[in-house]
Each structure stands twice: as structure tokens, then as C-alpha cells.
């Protein structure tokens, strides 16, 4: 398994940016389909944001769609998710994860992950 930390989280106030950042180690990045999910206490795991393993093709949940990007630099063994016009509703645990194969929403689909990240969004 690909291991996997992430960084970037912190206090923000609504409107302002984050860029969250994972990065890899033990495996090659580029054999990995890339996922950023989020949890909020007492609930699952929601889907954020994914990138294929080249970065041809990106998925992204609807309520962060024209906010959030996500990107990946091979050569750096690195994920990013650049979170841009941040709300309070936005406020939870992010975590990187990997996953081999073709895109998947779902967190049963992927393999490792990261320990989480902490985003804060204050109104």
C-alpha cells in the first residue's frame, strides 16, 4: 500500500482559500487513482474530489463544483485540492486516499489512506 500524509488544513474565514496537500511514499503515484474525501462528525465519509492517474479525468460532488480543484504532480509523488470561496458548511476532517484502478466515488473503493486534515471555516 501506498502511504500517504496530508497537510494544509487551518482556520479560514468563509470566502477565503485553503490548498490542501497529499503526498505519497512507498508506491509510485501514477499507479493510483487519487481521492480527497471529507468526514463530519457522526457521518460517513463523503466524496470530494478524485483525479485519474495521469490527471486526464476529475470527479467532483456537486456542492464543491467551481470552488474546489483538485490536481496532481507525478514527479513530486503529490495531491493537491486547492479550496477556493470556502464555507462554513465546508468545515471537517479531510483525508487523501489511493485507490488502484478507474474512478470510484465510493470509500470502500479505495485502499489507503491518509490521517486527515482538519479544515475550519468560520462565518
Known amino acids: 500500500q501506498v502511504h500517504l500524509v496530508e497537510s494544509g488544513g487551518g482556520l479560514v474565514q468563509a470566502g477565503g482559500s485553503l490548498r490542501l496537500s497529499c503526498v505519497a511514499s512507498g508506491r509510485t503515484l501514477s499507479n493510483y487513482f487519487m481521492g480527497w474525501f471529507r468526514q463530519a462528525p457522526g457521518k460517513e465519509r463523503e466524496f470530494v474530489a478524485g483525479?485519474?492517474?495521469?490527471?486526464?479525468?476529475?470527479r467532483y460532488l456537486d456542492s464543491v463544483k467551481g470552488r474546489f480543484t483538485i490536481s496532481r504532480d507525478n514527479a513530486k509523488n503529490t495531491v493537491s485540492l486547492q479550496m477556493n470561496s470556502l464555507r462554513p458548511e465546508d468545515t471537517v476532517v479531510y483525508y487523501c486516499?489511493?485507490?488502484?484502478?478507474?474512478?470510484?466515488?465510493?470509500?470502500?473503493?479505495?485502499?489507503?489512506w491518509g490521517q486527515g486534515t482538519q479544515v475550519t471555516v468560520s462565518s
Open positions: 486516499a489511493a485507490r488502484i484502478g478507474l474512478l470510484s466515488t465510493m470509500e470502500s473503493g479505495y485502499g489507503s
Open positions: 483525479i485519474s492517474q495521469y490527471g486526464s479525468t476529475t
